[in-house]
């Protein structure tokens, strides 16, 4: 008899426990807490894809369509950001414009790697040149993402900003800059 009364909060534990889970739709609007989420990626990627999609660039010789190849996108925040995410959101919302070729990002590391460039692909003019030359681009893509995080009591603001640089490869000269701002506010529940 005492062993039954054992089973019943061990049961009782057990339904408190069970998690239940359900798809929803990607576009709907993740508004959780303060810390960057899909929307954030989404509504940063879209803005930037908008300015520089409006942005004039020479058109190439052979194809009419200048060449980028993706550098990377720093992480300036205290949280896990993945900024390969927001560089492929970009890169397939630009391809999808057609204004635009982009050369393949493994086979931009892959060269990278052969003339000996930093780990961060951050590179120096001749670098640059040099890797422009071998992977056939006319420009380099790249930036930062960077947060800061403000609390009191239980109301946190975090604002974000991604800054974009595209990078002319012959000469190093920043032909389009633009940044993107989120700001973000979060209160905790007394409970929590």
């Given at each position: 008899m005492r062993a039954n009364w054992l089973l019943v909060p061990m049961a009782v534990l057990g339904l408190l426990t069970c998690a239940t889970s359900h798809y929803v739709r990607p576009d709907?609007?993740?508004?959780?807490d303060y810390t960057y989420s899909d929307t954030d990626m989404k509504l940063l990627a879209e803005k930037m894809v908008q300015s520089l999609a409006e942005f004039k660039l020479p058109p190439r010789a052979d194809t009419g369509?200048?060449?980028?190849a993706f550098l990377t996108i720093g992480n300036r925040t205290s949280q896990h950001i993945d900024t390969e995410g927001i560089a492929e959101k970009?890169?397939?919302a630009l391809l999808k414009l057609g204004k635009f070729r982009i050369v393949d990002r493994e086979l931009l590391k892959q060269q990278a790697k052969e003339i000996a460039l930093v780990e961060t692909q951050r590179i120096d003019v001749e670098g640059a040149v040099k890797l422009g030359s071998l992977i056939g681009a006319d420009y380099f893509l790249t930036g930062d993402v960077m947060s800061i995080e403000k609390t009191r009591g239980a109301t946190t603001l975090a604002y974000y900003k991604l800054t974009m640089r595209l990078v002319d490869v012959r000469t190093s000269e920043i032909v389009w800059a633009d940044e993107q701002e989120l700001k973000k506010k979060s209160s905790?529940?007394?409970y929590e």
């Open positions: 709907e609007v993740t508004e959780w369509k200048p060449v980028l970009i890169m397939v905790r529940a007394w």
